[in-house]
């Protein structure tokens, strides 16, 4: 049996919030992301939004209405279409600047609550035993007694540490981990269970996988499989790893062979590696296979997540939708197939924290946009949208010099760790509500 622990330094918990309890284990919070549209005359705007941001929503949909309030006065402007991602963009840049340095509520150490809340909020759904215990106080169970505020997730089995989650405690982290971790390091599949698998469908989980990876391989005593094995291993609970290990394979045209399902992907839905399959190109294939082919780019957190990894970020950029984002996205996703020299997004239309995020970068024509996490800052290239092939951007991005930057956006002006600390917070405030209005409810029962 294995059993959870979550150890904090309750020193600078508030008491209230606090207590030493015996409970379930498993852990999912999803940010609850909701996208509206404000229609207006001329203009659409597209903004994402917390559930409960209603300030947002106020200001999207005051701004929008005055914008199009006269058209007697709009028909009279020049180059109509520019001047509105010029205007909407300034609107976005005050909006999410205003959100990330004033609106953060004060929460004393908020990160400890945050893994208190999706832990416990996991050990229910999961019905799994699990125990938060103070570390900085002497007890018998955790590893050291050493003062610290960050919180740790262990896995125990028979009273021994197993694993230790090196992970954050954000959306569905923490949860995924916790399912995947009940799994073998690789599951070994029979043949007539593939197909279930190829479609993301996999026992344990309570919902289809984005990434499914599966070794195709007739032997066991293969370098490949032991680096497989020695991949597992280190990184147990990061990657749902399987493999079909059969005789059968050998009658195949390429063995052995990686192949990577991507089920929820628009244009790609698998891709194989199976040449010069030595550790490195293993490894940088399964991390690379965790991320999309096109990135979505709705809120912080997925901007985060496309940036970071050390490949740059192209990102297609067309306010007005004036060129073919189809074309860019299904080549984007066709470059999951070969060796990925970088990570692609899309940012089309009125979306404002699209508009936001290229106002800081200083983009407000139709470009691709790389961008580059430096160790101060974000370093910035971008060219306008014209004919291009995608082999032609593929080779402007690898003929680019990070030393040399044209554009260097310091950390201050681009306050993007900010506004996904509000998107947890707002994830840990609607988690509590929901909790507390369940054993609410249940009292007045």
């Not at 290229?358 to 306008?384: A, H």
Request: proline share 4%.
């Amino acid at each position: 049996m294995v059993n959870s622990l979550i150890s904090i330094d309750t020193d600078t918990l508030p008491n209230d919030h606090f207590t030493s309890i015996d409970m379930h284990i498993l852990l999912i919070f999803c940010t609850l992301l909701l996208v509206g549209t404000t229609i207006a005359e001329h203009v659409t705007v597209t903004y994402h939004y917390w559930e409960k941001n209603d300030k947002i929503v106020e200001k999207v949909e005051w701004f929008t209405k005055f914008v199009a309030n006269s058209n007697r006065f709009w028909t009279k402007i020049d180059k109509l279409d520019s001047f509105f991602v010029s205007l909407f963009q300034r609107f976005a840049d005050k909006l999410y600047t205003n959100l990330a340095l004033d609106s953060l509520p004060v929460f004393e150490s908020f990160e400890q609550w945050e893994a208190i809340m999706t832990f416990v909020d996991s050990l229910k759904r999961s019905n799994q035993k699990g125990y938060i215990v103070d570390c900085g106080k002497e007890n018998t169970v955790c590893p050291t007694t050493e003062n610290t505020d960050i919180p740790v997730l262990y896995v125990f089995r028979d009273d021994e540490i197993q694993l230790v989650y090196d992970g954050d405690f954000q959306k569905d982290h923490v949860y995924d981990w916790m399912l995947t971790i009940k799994q073998p390091e690789i599951k070994l599949l029979k043949e007539e269970i593939v197909p279930q698998y190829r479609s993301g469908i996999i026992p344990g989980f309570d919902r289809p996988r984005d990434t499914v990876t599966i070794l195709f391989i007739h032997t066991k005593k293969s370098r490949i499989w032991q680096n497989y094995v020695k991949f597992a291993k280190e990184n147990y609970g990061k990657y749902h790893l399987t493999a079909l290990i059969s005789e059968e394979v050998k009658k195949w045209s390429i063995y052995p062979a990686f192949i990577t399902m991507k089920p929820q992907d628009d244009y790609v839905k698998a891709f194989t590696l199976h040449k010069d399959i030595d550790w490195n190109r293993m490894v940088e294939y399964l991390e690379d296979g965790v991320h999309p082919g096109c990135h979505p780019m709705t809120c912080a957190s997925e901007f985060l997540f496309a940036t970071s990894t050390s490949k740059p970020l192209v990102v297609y950029f067309d306010p007005l939708n004036t060129k073919n984002a189809t074309a860019f996205k299904m080549a984007a996703s066709q470059e999951q197939t070969g060796i990925r020299t970088a990570h692609y997004a899309a940012l089309t239309g009125f979306d404002l924290f699209g508009l936001y995020i290229m106002s800081v970068f200083n983009v407000n024509t139709p470009s691709y946009v790389v961008i580059l996490r430096q160790e101060k800052g974000w370093c910035i290239f971008s060219r306008d949208i014209e004919n291009d092939t995608f082999s032609s951007i593929r080779t402007w991005v690898r003929n680019l010099e990070p030393t040399i930057c044209p554009d260097f956006i310091e950390d201050f002006k681009f306050p993007i760790t900010r506004l996904n600390l509000l998107e947890r917070y707002e994830d840990v405030d609607e988690l509590e509500r929901e909790h507390t209005s369940v054993e609410r409810n249940r009292d007045e029962l």
